[in-house]
């Protein structure tokens, strides 16, 4: 079966420090990707997704990254935090050989910015 | 793009009664419209989900209704249980999925 890991699960950085969230999925090959964000809340901001190795699609603008190394990795980063970057991380994946697919969310990563 | 409304934003019922969600979406593309649990400090979890080609869908407790020609859906939870208490999503997708801004159920004895 299809299951997927994301690290750490809580992470505390200062104002300016850099960030790297990783995800990968196991079980199944070259699956879409998704990077969300949801603030203390409120809902899921999608804020990247890929199709493939190398492909990322940015849905919103901001000072994060993401880059998918790997057919079954995912990471999330950022050069120089900001405090509204505090939130709750999740990753997901969903399969391509079936359109449309539900997604699967990891346990993710809470993010406090100091 | 798409827009996904959601209603009610807070929903309380009494265990044992029945619990509505609705959410509307904006662009007739959208073929596929899953709801997701989320517990308080928990990932979303997938409950059910629809196609656009269904009418309803049910599994156990939990049935999902959609509409195309009004472009909306719900989701029917009866006979509630203090674990149903969560916040739930509804989302839209033609090729990746937009979310509504959820609901919190309360499910008090």
């Known amino acids: 079966s299809q299951t997927i890991h994301q690290w750490p699960a809580t992470l505390v950085q200062p104002v300016g420090s850099p960030l790297s969230l990783e995800c990968t999925v196991e079980g199944t090959s070259n699956p879409n990707l998704y990077w969300y964000r949801q603030a203390a809340g409120r809902g899921l901001q999608l804020l990247f997704y890929?199709?493939?190795?190398?492909?990322i699609s940015s849905e919103v603008p901001q000072n994060l990254s993401a880059s998918r190394p790997q057919d079954r990795q995912f990471i999330l980063s950022s050069k120089k935090l900001l405090l509204s970057d505090s939130g709750f991380y999740l990753c997901?994946?969903?399969?391509?050989?079936?359109?449309?697919?539900?997604?699967?969310f990891g346990d993710g990563t809470r993010l406090s910015i100091l | 793009g798409e827009n996904v409304e959601q209603h009610p934003s807070t929903l309380s019922v009494q265990e044992g009664d029945s619990a509505v969600i609705k959410c509307t979406y904006s662009?007739?593309?959208?073929?596929?419209f899953p709801w997701y649990k989320q517990e308080l400090g928990k990932r979303p979890q997938l409950i059910i989900d629809?196609?656009?080609?269904?009418g309803e869908k049910k599994d156990q407790r939990i049935a999902v209704t959609l509409n195309k020609t009004a472009k909306h859906f719900s989701l029917h939870i009866t006979e509630t249980q203090p674990e149903d208490s969560a916040v739930y999503f509804c989302a839209a997708s033609i090729s990746k999925l937009t979310f509504g801004t959820g609901t919190r159920l309360q499910v008090t004895l």
């Open positions: 890929s199709v493939g190795i190398g492909q």
């Open positions: 662009d007739s593309a959208s073929n596929y």
């Open positions: 629809i196609r656009s080609n269904v």
């Open positions: 997901a994946w969903s399969a391509t050989y079936l359109t449309p697919s539900p997604q699967h």
